[in-house]
């Protein structure tokens, strides 16, 4: 295998938008999905770029990506690396394929002056979970994790 990772181009949106798809399915929540392509290249290189992708690839076959964002850590004063979805399709897993998009994002975190990298694992999901703890990753479960998201974002909005 000839693994190289890349960071994702516009031309990369449908690509995107399958490895999200293939992403839910994982995780069995596709009736939650309602990105489009159009969304991705408005928020991914639009204007503003509200994220960026790292695509893993085998001579040019995608096997897997990342998805993350900057946020901020009042405490540290520093930026955080926030990574909101990795994901590896499954027949390329235990290949070193996860291991190497989160290997480009330390690279990425320390390179901007980031004090962390973050990101969030369903609990059922004990392979990610066993496979994070081995990159020396631990869980914190002192913080829950708290959304607001259509109808009530919409409503605190107009108040």
């Not at 999200?20 to 009736?31: D, F, N, P, Q, V």
């Not at 690839?57 to 909101?84: K, M, V």
């Not at 694992?121 to 496979?131: E, G, K, T, Y």
Request: net charge negative.
């Amino acid at each position: 295998m000839t693994l190289t990772i890349r960071t994702g181009e516009l031309a990369d949106v449908p690509l995107i938008a399958d490895l999200i798809r293939a992403l839910s399915r994982y995780e069995k929540l596709e009736h939650e999905v309602t990105m489009t392509e159009e969304k991705l290249t408005d928020f991914l290189f639009g204007e503003r770029h509200y994220a960026e992708t790292l695509i893993a690839e085998d001579e040019g076959q995608p096997l897997g990506f990342a998805l993350f964002f900057h946020n901020f850590s009042t405490f540290l004063g520093q930026p955080g690396l926030y990574l909101e979805d990795l994901f590896v399709h499954p027949e390329h897993r235990s290949r070193g394929v996860g291991r190497a998009l989160l290997h480009r994002l330390a690279q990425i975190a320390v390179d901007r002056g980031c004090g962390r990298m973050e990101w969030a694992v369903l609990n059922w999901n004990q392979d990610a979970i066993r496979f994070y703890a081995r990159l020396g990753a631990k869980p914190n479960s002192e913080w829950t994790v708290y959304r607001l998201a259509g109808d009530p974002l919409t409503a605190l909005a107009e108040e």
